[in-house]
T-cell receptor, first 112, second 120 residues
Framework: GQQLNQSPQSMFIQEGEDVSMNCTSSSIFNTWLWYKQDPGEGPVLLIA?????ELTSNGRLTAQFGITRKDSFLNISASIPSDVGIYFC????????????FGQGTTLQVKP | DTGVSQDPRHKITKRGQNVTFRCDPI?????LYWYRQTLGQGPEFLTY????????KSRLLSDRFSAERPKGSFSTLEIQRTEQGDSAMYLC??????????????????FGEGSRLTVL
């Protein structure tokens, strides 16, 4: 089945630093989404990407849909302590149920 | 609050008991999904409904699992004869088929806060 590989698995950074994480797939997706999950909570949608090459921002977050449709990245600028959490990428295929395939997550820790 | 709500948030049960989780989706959403998430992993798809019809089930959904959405609104997920391996967070999500900018109309999934199951 389709699998998504996220890297890095975890990051420990200083407050104010920029962060970059990415997600790759062995097969094509038609939609990429990025979620953030806090401990004990459900994932919260951050950004959705619908077209290859698309670059979308949401505040300090920027994400891009790779040209090959097999990858995506998420950047966080000027990190703050509340950015701490697990970030998941998810891929969605055209014309099926709309279900998502998730990566394993990138755990972000921010040192004040 | 008009988001996806799940109940209970936490359930501790003994092996062999039955448990049931409820999900109330966002009211205008016609698609409802169940996912399972274990520690250190991303959510894994279990099943999905469009209105009241259950249209897909994952191989992860064994015969002990059953999901319903009788009136196309709320949904229940029942696990019979629970096993320790069933311990996980059970997440519900909903979406509106016509929402979003994608060409085929599949939109973003919005998740509830999850129901954490611990089987002793």
């Amino acid at each position: 089945g389709q699998q998504l590989n996220q890297s890095p698995q975890s990051m420990f950074i200083q407050e104010g630093e920029d962060v970059s994480m990415n997600c790759t797939s062995s097969s094509i997706f038609n939609t990429w989404l990025w979620y953030k999950q806090d401990p004990g909570e459900g994932p919260v949608l951050l950004i959705a990407l619908y077209k290859a090459g698309e670059l979308t921002s949401n505040g300090r977050l920027t994400a891009q849909f790779g040209i090959t449709r097999k990858d995506s990245f998420l950047n966080i600028s000027a990190s703050i302590p509340s950015d701490v959490g697990i970030y998941f990428c998810a891929g969605q295929n055209r014309g099926n149920t709309g279900k998502l395939i998730f990566g394993q997550g990138t755990t972000l820790q921010v040192k004040p | 609050d008009t988001g996806v709500s799940q109940d209970p948030r936490h359930k501790i049960t003994k092996r062999g008991q039955n448990v049931t989780f409820r999900c109330d989706p966002i009211s205008e959403h016609n698609r409802l999904y169940w996912y399972r998430q274990t520690l250190g992993q991303g959510p894994e798809f279990l099943t999905y409904f469009q209105n009241e019809a259950q249209l897909e089930k994952s191989r992860l959904l064994s015969d002990r699992f059953s999901a319903e959405r009788p009136k196309g609104s709320f949904s229940t997920l029942e696990i019979q004869r629970t096993e320790q391996g069933d311990s996980a967070m059970y997440l519900c999500a909903s979406s509106q088929r016509s929402r979003g900018r994608s060409e085929n109309g599949t939109g973003e999934l919005f998740f509830g806060e999850g129901s954490r199951l611990t089987v002793l």
